[in-house]
């Protein structure tokens, strides 16, 4: 049972995904395809945000005691070296930043970013979905999918 | 939107904070949880609360829609001439580490008499400076996008069926 | 500079794209983008001409990989890049007439900025080792097709690129549900990393769900027979130039994806023994060749027929992958390669008829033999390629795919095969008829022979399928090194 | 010049003279047929060059280069190759006098096409001629299909349009279906598709990697896949094609295209499966196996009855001359099925035997149709008083084509009659006799009803077509009865493609 209501995050993820991928595929209408679409890709955020987080976790932020001084010191491939392990680290959920032992839980700041990135790609989609909807009304004056294709048809 | 007055003067109060809130995201980006992506929706939010409150010819006076979608190149072009920067440096595209510079790194000695904390930085540089710039370029594109697309579905005609 | 190479083919057409935003003035854009797009083809040219020294990789931004986003070159992304721009550079030296006449004066600049926007997604998909840096650029590429498709001139154009922009995205959240997933067992995004992590995990139930979306996702972009609805409308509607590039060059790059996520990332034993993929692409792909051809047959708007012959022609190349031999995957990828060259020249064809008659109904293209014949000819010359008669591109992939599937005694398969190919003598010798031998139709009686601005271009992608039908030191030849190296990669597993 | 550069030149000649005939195009109709009369002329001189050279053992090669890993573009030049291609380039000297005559007396379009499409037809049969393998042939094969669809559409009306349709669907049908699967087969098999001596499968059959039933299947798939052979039931398109104009069903339907097929066929039983192994690999048990290639040889014995039957019903002249070409090229194809060194060379002579007569008879209809206007053979009654020329040339290639003495053809059938004594098919010696009776019966009275009919049902206001017509086929004629005083000749020449299986 743990099991199963532990992993709420994915249920919620597979609930959305359902409901909007069902909008997309049974809606007539252009606007609430565009919604569901929206609704889709929202649970993908969701399933990648969720993943990252580990619990009792904070904000992957680096104390300036060790961050700071780091940044400006090195370089080059030595330092991408070691960031990239602490990053990779904290991808496994546990880590141990600092040599001062001192142990803090970070959530894993990547799926975030690519969660980023991700949204940038959504609004480009849903705003250039909207500028043809748009489009389409002028062309047609209707929004409904099936009096589309039968105006097509006539015509 | 236009007749009522307690929108208009709730809306002229609240934009210069929506505006400095966004300065603060966009500048705050290297450092911690903020950046260009999160400051331009803000700077855009501002623009689009005085569009929908005083109309489109007023926000149009603001921010012309020609200077925007210049704008929208700009930003671009800033984020990928950091890298080109880098790239002419010797470094690869996007080695941040290049952008070194070695100019008023640390706080001059003048300076000294400041209270407080003294800041590690006076100059970014290297890897603030190219995350700083990026997010620069990422803050100008994405207000300007955000703008436009308002413009360009608020200026649409109505269609009559 | 020559260690930046890799990275400057994505760079340059992606600064230009907002310059030309900024620029605004038509012809100086439409001549930046010409010289951009050369540039590009010519760096790629010099980076394939890199690769018997041995694959490259390129760390941005310093950081090394798996940390970092790598771009890596290797025979098999060089060969898809070398035709992917050398094709975007010929389409838009061929395409200033077509676009002054199909697309309003207003919207040049935007349009030459989606066009290389649109290069560079294609480019980057095949360059980057970054698995979700695939995503961001399939979604890059897929944007500015949407947008390029809406430009067309009739007012289905829209609407055909809302279906796809549907239809994409769903495709492509579903590689980004596989990326999370696949993300979530490796911790890692590079993929040559994935492939070294996924090793340990034997199959579990995340890695095949992860694999079932990806491979889905995908299927909807190369337009896999079933998946392929969008595809007909997208083409048909888009304006000339737009469908020659597209078509050209769009779903072969999603079949480079394809053949990277099986072959480097999930392995071929994964895919082909342990799960059934070969016989279901098989069927798929065979399939699908019939029911496209047929659907070509009936066709009477000649980009539908060509339409719907790409979606048939995707099924060889997916038939070349699912042997997993190496004559098989070198046919798979030589037919990438010369049917690109066919499409793209065929559709170049088409634009030529949209320019001068106006009409791509069959019916007023009726005796068009007459007045255009230079153009008429290279139909011909590039239906032939399509059908896969000696002497051309098309015959050279098909009869690699025909050698393999009997080397592997696919009976079936190689009959089946071959009886297709048959049904694609019909849809092109009907429009040869139409051409040459019927009554000429009022539109196409005072048509002009297109211009040599175009005619030209067309004859130089029409004649490359001639050549390279005769002489395969490097198009097939390549195709095989690459080939050799994606299973080298896989040779431990003790596939053949 | 050595044998090997004979090669490329000979192949270059066409090619060029389809530059030159694009080049002066329709501006100056004498000096395009000049060119092409000039050119043939050349070549002809070439190809007796090279004759010499290799029917005095020779065997000159030339490599184009390697059009894909392991499949090279290569020439070979052997005698039976030579023999087709002296054929193909004397013929088409003669061809092309004839054609300026038949085009210009009946003002046909298009003609620099057609002469364009003429000269790529000749290319495509000398490279069929020369292939040094099988993939080499097959490109050949295909480009002489392509190039000669424009030749059978030429009017381009409706009747034209579906006679090509008909022409392209099956040739092209059969050879990617059929003729395709067939070579990549044999690749797999034999790892080669060089011709070799003695064939390349034999190897492969002791080896287990091909069974003697599967061998049969594979000559079964070659058969069908050369379309152009006209076997039964792929035959339909050599009369679909009689809608061009004669000379191109002369050259074309009696020579090059039609011949190319039976070449290939005798080739590939030569030289890619050896006589040997089809002479000796029997299928079934007990005390009665067959040959694997009996059921070839029956269907080629039936496709000659039927197609004479056919013929018989036909009075269009030239479907009646289609179906005749159909049920000659089952001899040859009879010939390479029996496999042995008799039948085989009689296969080889008859390509030459029957060409030379069947053109004549091409050029005959032609020139009755410039002449008189006639098609139909029930209207030729007493034309032998208007065209004397004509139909006597007509009655000496009949002789030929018969396979009376003095035509040479009674030699190609002579071998062919043997190689079925030597194997046992005596029902197939029957249906060679009765085949001839046959031909007898529908060629024969065409000439006597032209020249037996009383003085006062003979019109007399027609004459002889121009004498640029009449020519050739005069020459044509005297050819076919000269043939038959060099039979000995021919078999010496062909005696090596025979014995070279052992």
Same mark, same amino acid.
């Given at each position: 049972?743990?099991?199963?209501?532990?992993?709420?995050?994915?249920?919620?993820?597979?609930?959305?995904?359902?409901?909007?991928?069902?909008?997309?595929?049974? *809606?007539?209408?252009?606007?609430?395809?565009?919604?569901?679409?929206?609704?889709?890709?929202?649970?993908?955020?969701?399933?990648?945000?969720?993943?990252?987080?580990?619990?009792?976790?904070?904000?992957?932020?680096?104390?300036?005691?060790?961050?700071?001084?780091?940044?400006?010191?090195?370089?080059?491939? =030595?330092?991408?070296?070691?960031?990239?392990?602490?990053?990779?680290?904290?991808?496994?959920?546990?880590?141990?930043?600092?040599?001062?032992?001192?142990?803090?839980?970070?959530?894993?700041?990547?799926?975030?970013?690519?969660?980023?990135?991700?949204?940038?790609?959504?609004?480009?989609?849903?705003?250039?979905?909207?500028?043809?909807?748009?489009?389409? *009304?002028?062309?047609?004056?209707?929004? =409904? =999918?099936?009096?589309?294709?039968?105006?097509?048809?006539?015509? | 939107?236009?007749?009522?007055?307690?929108? *208009?003067?709730?809306?002229?109060?609240?934009?210069?904070?929506?505006?400095?809130?966004?300065?603060?995201?966009?500048?705050?980006?290297?450092?911690?949880?903020?950046?260009?992506?999160?400051?331009?929706?803000?700077?855009?939010?501002?623009?689009?609360?005085?569009?929908?409150?005083?109309?489109?010819?007023?926000?149009?006076?603001?921010?012309?829609?020609?200077?925007?979608?210049?704008?929208?190149?700009?930003?671009?072009?800033?984020?990928?001439?950091?890298?080109?920067?880098?790239?002419?440096?010797?470094?690869?595209?996007?080695?941040?580490?290049?952008?070194?510079?070695?100019?008023?790194?640390?706080?001059?000695a003048a300076l000294d008499f400041l209270p407080g904390d003294k800041p590690h930085h006076f100059l970014p540089e290297g890897q603030h400076l190219g995350i700083f710039l990026v997010e620069l370029g990422v803050g100008i594109t994405v207000t300007a996008v955000m703008t436009m697309i308002f413009y360009a579905f608020a200026g649409r005609e109505r269609v009559t069926t | 500079m020559i260690e930046q190479l890799p990275v400057l083919v994505i760079v340059i057409p992606l600064m230009a794209a907002p310059l030309f935003v900024l620029i605004g003035n038509r012809k100086l854009v439409l001549l930046l983008t010409q010289l951009v797009c050369w540039t590009v083809f010519g760096i790629t040219v010099s980076l394939l001409s890199r690769m018997q020294y041995g694959p490259i990789s390129y760390e941005l931004g310093g950081w090394p990989s798996p940390y970092g986003i790598v771009y890596s070159v290797d025979y098999l992304s060089a060969f898809v890049m070398l035709f992917v721009s050398g094709l975007a550079a010929i389409v838009i030296t061929y395409a200033p007439k077509s676009i002054d006449q199909e697309v309003h004066h207003s919207?040049?600049?935007?349009?030459?900025?989606?066009?290389?926007?649109?290069?560079?997604?294609?480019?980057?998909?095949?360059?980057?080792?970054?698995?979700?840096?695939?995503?961001?650029?399939?979604?890059?590429?897929?944007?500015?097709?949407?947008?390029?498709?809406?430009?067309?001139?009739?007012?289905?154009?829209?609407?055909?690129?809302?279906?796809?922009?549907?239809?994409?995205?769903?495709?492509?959240?579903?590689?980004?549900?596989?990326?999370?997933?696949?993300?979530?067992?490796?911790?890692?995004?590079?993929?040559?990393?994935?492939?070294?992590?996924?090793?340990?995990?034997?199959?579990?139930?995340?890695?095949?769900?992860?694999?079932?979306?990806?491979?889905?996702?995908?299927?909807?972009?190369?337009?896999?027979?079933?998946?392929?609805?969008?595809?007909?409308?997208?083409?048909?509607?888009?304006?000339?130039?737009?469908?020659?590039?597209?078509?050209?060059?769009?779903?072969?790059?999603?079949?480079?994806?394809?053949?990277?996520?099986?072959?480097?990332?999930?392995?071929?034993?994964?895919?082909?023994?342990?799960?059934?993929?070969?016989?279901?692409?098989?069927?798929?792909?065979?399939?699908?060749?019939?029911?496209?051809?047929?659907?070509?047959?009936?066709?009477?708007?000649?980009?539908?027929?060509?339409?719907?012959?790409?979606?048939?022609?995707?099924?060889?190349?997916?038939?070349?992958?699912?042997?997993?031999?190496?004559?098989?995957?070198?046919?798979?990828?030589?037919?990438?390669?010369?049917?690109?060259?066919?499409?793209?020249?065929?559709?170049?064809?088409?634009?030529?008829?949209?320019?001068?008659?106006?009409?791509?109904?069959?019916?007023?293209?009726?005796?068009?033999?007459?007045?255009?014949?230079?153009?008429?000819?290279?139909?011909?010359?590039?239906?032939?390629?399509?059908?896969?008669? $000696?002497?051309?591109?098309?015959?050279?992939?098909?009869?690699?795919?025909?050698?393999?599937?009997?080397?592997?005694?696919?009976?079936?398969?190689?009959?089946?095969?071959?009886?297709?190919?048959?049904?694609?003598?019909?849809?092109?010798?009907?429009?040869?008829?139409?051409?040459?031998?019927?009554?000429?139709?009022?539109?196409?009686?005072?048509?002009?022979?297109?211009?040599?601005?175009?005619?030209?271009?067309?004859?130089?992608?029409?004649?490359?399928?001639?050549?390279?039908?005769?002489?395969?030191?490097?198009?097939?030849?390549?195709?095989?090194?690459?080939?050799?190296?994606?299973?080298?990669?896989?040779?431990?597993?003790?596939?053949? | 010049?050595?044998?090997?550069?004979?090669?490329?030149?000979?192949?270059?000649?066409?090619?060029?003279?389809?530059?030159?005939?694009?080049?002066?195009?329709?501006?100056?109709?004498?000096?395009?047929?000049?060119?092409?009369?000039?050119?043939?002329?050349?070549?002809?001189?070439?190809?007796?060059?090279?004759?010499?050279?290799?029917?005095?053992?020779?065997?000159?090669?030339?490599?184009?280069?390697?059009?894909?890993?392991?499949?090279?573009?290569?020439?070979?030049?052997? $005698?039976?190759?030579?023999?087709?291609?002296?054929?193909?380039?004397?013929?088409?000297?003669?061809?092309?006098?004839?054609?300026?005559?038949?085009?210009?007396?009946?003002?046909?379009?298009?003609?620099?096409?057609?002469?364009?499409?003429?000269?790529?037809?000749?290319?495509?049969?000398?490279?069929?001629?020369?292939?040094?393998?099988?993939?080499?042939?097959?490109?050949?094969? =295909?480009?002489?299909?392509?190039?000669?669809?424009?030749?059978?559409?030429?009017?381009?009306?409706?009747?034209?349009?579906?006679?090509?349709?008909?022409?392209?669907?099956?040739?092209?049908?059969?050879?990617?279906?059929?003729?395709?699967?067939?070579?990549?087969?044999?690749?797999?098999?034999?790892?080669?598709?060089?011709?070799?001596?003695?064939?390349?499968?034999?190897?492969?059959?002791?080896?287990?990697?091909?069974?003697?039933?599967?061998?049969?299947?594979?000559?079964?798939?070659?058969?069908?896949?050369?379309?152009?052979?006209?076997?039964?039931?792929?035959?339909?398109?050599?009369?679909?094609?009689?809608?061009?104009?004669?000379?191109?069903?002369?050259?074309?339907?009696?020579?090059?295209?039609?011949?190319?097929?039976?070449?290939?066929?005798?080739?590939?039983?030569?030289?890619?499966?050896?006589?040997?192994?089809?002479?000796?690999?029997?299928?079934?048990?007990?005390?009665?196996?067959?040959?694997?290639?009996?059921?070839?040889?029956?269907?080629?014995?039936?496709?000659?009855?039927?197609?004479?039957?056919?013929?018989?019903?036909?009075?269009?002249?030239?479907?009646?001359?289609?179906?005749?070409?159909?049920?000659?090229?089952?001899?040859?194809?009879?010939?390479?099925?029996?496999?042995?060194?008799?039948?085989?060379?009689?296969?080889?002579?008859?390509?030459?035997?029957?060409?030379?007569?069947?053109?004549?008879?091409?050029?005959?209809?032609?020139?009755?149709?410039?002449?008189?206007?006639?098609?139909?053979?029930?209207?030729?009654?007493?034309?032998?008083?208007?065209?004397?020329?004509?139909?006597?040339?007509?009655?000496?290639?009949?002789?030929?084509?018969?396979?009376?003495?003095?035509?040479?053809?009674?030699?190609?059938?002579?071998?062919?009659?043997?190689?079925?004594?030597?194997?046992?098919?005596?029902?197939?010696?029957?249906?060679?006799?009765?085949?001839?009776?046959?031909?007898?019966?529908?060629?024969?009275?065409?000439?006597?009803?032209?020249?037996?009919?009383?003085?006062?049902?003979?019109?007399?206001?027609?004459?002889?077509?121009?004498?640029?017509?009449?020519? $050739?086929?005069?020459?044509?004629?005297?050819?076919?009865?000269?043939?038959?005083?060099?039979?000995?000749?021919?078999?010496?020449?062909?005696?090596?493609?025979?014995?070279?299986? *052992?």
């Open positions: 049972m743990t099991e199963i209501l532990g992993l709420y995050n994915y249920w919620i993820v597979i609930f959305l995904m359902m409901t909007g991928f069902y909008i997309v595929i049974a *809606r007539e209408n252009l606007i609430k395809t565009i919604i569901g679409l929206n609704i889709f890709q929202t649970s993908v955020f969701l399933l990648y945000i969720t993943m990252g987080k580990v619990t009792h976790g904070t904000a992957p932020i680096l104390k300036a005691s060790h961050g700071g001084e780091s940044h400006g010191v090195e370089h080059g491939v =030595e330092h991408g070296a070691e960031h990239g392990h602490e990053l990779h680290a904290a991808a496994e959920g546990h880590v141990d930043l600092g040599v001062d032992a001192v142990k803090e839980v970070y959530s894993n700041p990547i799926p975030s970013v690519l969660m980023l990135t991700a949204i940038v790609v959504g609004i480009a989609t849903t705003a250039l979905a909207l500028a043809l909807v748009v489009r389409i *009304r002028e062309e047609y004056g209707t929004i =409904e =999918e099936d009096e589309i294709l039968e105006m097509d048809r006539n015509s | 939107m236009n007749s009522f007055p307690i929108i *208009r003067v709730i809306t002229k109060l609240l934009i210069p904070y929506i505006l400095l809130f966004g300065l603060y995201v966009q500048f705050h980006g290297d450092f911690g949880p903020g950046g260009g992506f999160q400051a331009g929706v803000i700077f855009a939010a501002a623009l689009i609360l005085y569009g929908l409150v005083y109309g489109l010819p007023a926000v149009h006076k603001v921010a012309p829609p020609k200077v925007i979608e210049k704008l929208t190149a700009l930003g671009l072009l800033v984020y990928a001439g950091t890298g080109l920067a880098c790239m002419l440096l010797g470094g690869n595209f996007l080695d941040y580490d290049m952008l070194n510079h070695g100019f008023l790194t640390e706080l001059p | 919207k040049h600049s935007l349009f030459y900025a989606s066009y290389l926007l649109c290069m560079t997604g294609l480019l980057g998909m095949c360059i980057t080792g970054d698995l979700f840096n695939v995503f961001v650029f399939l979604e890059i590429s897929s944007l500015s097709s949407y947008a390029l498709i809406s430009l067309g001139k009739t007012r289905r154009a829209p609407l055909a690129a809302l279906h796809y922009l549907i239809i994409g995205t769903v495709g492509a959240t579903f590689f980004l549900i596989g990326i999370g997933l696949l993300y979530q067992m490796t911790g890692t995004l590079n993929m040559a990393d994935i492939a070294s992590r996924l090793q340990a995990v034997e199959s579990s139930r995340t890695m095949l769900v992860a694999f079932a979306f990806m491979t889905v996702g995908l299927f909807i972009k190369m337009a896999v027979f079933p998946l392929h609805t969008w595809l007909p409308n997208a083409y048909t509607y888009a304006p000339s130039v737009v469908t020659c590039f597209i078509a050209a060059t769009a779903t072969k790059v999603s079949v480079y994806a394809f053949i990277r996520l099986i072959y480097v990332i999930f392995t071929p034993q994964f895919a082909f023994e342990r799960l059934p993929l070969d016989q279901a692409l098989m069927a798929f792909s065979l399939v699908g060749i019939f029911v496209a051809s047929t659907a070509a047959i009936y066709q009477t708007n000649i980009k539908r027929l060509l339409a719907y012959s790409s979606v048939a022609q995707i099924g060889y190349m997916l038939l070349g992958i699912s042997m997993s031999n190496v004559g098989g995957l070198t046919a798979g990828i030589s037919h990438m390669f010369n049917h690109a060259l066919i499409k793209g020249g065929l559709f170049m064809v088409v634009g030529c008829f949209a320019l001068r008659i106006g009409s791509l109904k069959l019916e007023d293209l009726r005796g068009a033999g007459k007045t255009m014949p230079l153009t008429s000819f290279a139909w011909v010359v590039g239906g032939l390629g399509l059908i896969g008669v $000696p002497m051309t591109a098309g015959f050279v992939s098909k009869w690699l795919l025909l050698t393999s599937a009997l080397s592997l005694e696919l009976w079936p398969v190689a009959v089946l095969m071959l009886l297709s190919s048959l049904l694609a003598v019909v849809y092109i010798w009907r429009v040869v008829e139409i051409l040459y031998f019927s009554p000429a139709s009022h539109l196409a009686q005072t048509a002009k022979e297109a211009p040599m601005a175009m005619l030209i271009p067309t004859y130089i992608v029409i004649g490359s399928t001639i050549v390279f039908g005769c002489w395969t030191v490097y198009s097939a030849g390549i195709a095989q090194a690459a080939a050799k190296s994606l299973l080298g990669i896989s040779q431990a597993g003790g596939i053949q | 010049m050595t044998p090997e550069n004979l090669i490329w030149v000979a192949m270059l000649l066409p090619l060029v003279a389809i530059a030159l005939v694009f080049i002066v195009g329709e501006k100056s109709p004498n000096i395009r047929e000049s060119c092409t009369i000039g050119i043939s002329v050349a070549l002809f001189w070439v190809t007796t060059r090279l004759a010499g050279f290799v029917f005095s053992g020779g065997r000159p090669t030339f490599k184009l280069g390697e059009m894909l890993p392991g499949f090279e573009i290569a020439f070979t030049v052997e $005698p039976l190759g030579m023999l087709f291609a002296l054929v193909a380039s004397g013929l088409w000297i003669l061809t092309t006098i004839y054609a300026i005559g038949y085009m210009r007396g009946h003002h046909e379009k298009n003609q620099t096409r057609f002469y364009a499409c003429f000269a790529s037809a000749i290319f495509a049969a000398l490279a069929a001629a020369f292939a040094a393998n099988l993939f080499t042939l097959f490109v050949a094969y =295909e480009l002489m299909t392509i190039s000669t669809y424009p030749l059978v559409t030429h009017h381009g009306d409706e009747k034209a349009k579906k006679g090509g349709r008909i022409y392209l669907g099956i040739l092209l049908s059969t050879s990617v279906a059929f003729f395709m699967l067939a070579i990549a087969w044999t690749w797999t098999v034999a790892g080669t598709l060089e011709f070799t001596p003695g064939g390349i499968l034999a190897q492969p059959n002791i080896d287990g990697k091909i069974s003697d039933f599967q061998l049969s299947v594979l000559l079964g798939l070659f058969a069908f896949g050369i379309g152009k052979a006209a076997i039964m039931p792929f035959h339909r398109w050599l009369p679909a094609a009689m809608v061009a104009p004669t000379p191109v069903s002369a050259l074309l339907h009696a020579v090059a295209v039609v011949k190319v097929g039976v070449f290939s066929i005798l080739k590939v039983s030569i030289y890619i499966f050896g006589i040997d192994l089809i002479s000796e690999t029997r299928l079934g048990e007990g005390a009665n196996p067959v040959m694997m290639s009996d059921w070839l040889c029956y269907l080629a014995g039936a496709t000659i009855l039927i197609a004479s039957l056919v013929a018989m019903t036909k009075d269009n002249l030239k479907a009646r001359l289609a179906y005749s070409t159909v049920s000659q090229l089952a001899y040859i194809t009879l010939g390479a099925a029996l496999a042995t060194s008799d039948s085989v060379i009689g296969g080889g002579m008859h390509i030459a035997m029957h060409a030379v007569g069947k053109i004549t008879l091409f050029f005959c209809a032609g020139a009755i149709y410039v002449g008189a206007h006639k098609t139909n053979i029930s209207d030729m009654r007493g034309l032998g008083r208007a065209m004397p020329l004509t139909m006597g040339a007509f009655l000496l290639a009949t002789l030929s084509i018969i396979g009376l003495p003095p035509g040479g053809g009674a030699w190609s059938k002579w071998f062919l009659a043997l190689g079925t004594v030597q194997t046992g098919h005596f029902w197939l010696l029957a249906a060679l006799m009765v085949s001839s009776l046959l031909n007898i019966a529908y060629l024969i009275p065409i000439p006597i009803r032209a020249f037996m009919t009383p003085i006062g049902e003979t019109p007399m206001k027609f004459k002889e077509a121009p004498m640029m017509c009449v020519v $050739p086929l005069c020459i044509t004629a005297v050819g076919s009865v000269v043939l038959f005083f060099f039979g000995n000749e021919i078999y010496d020449v062909l005696l090596p493609i025979a014995s070279s299986a *052992r």
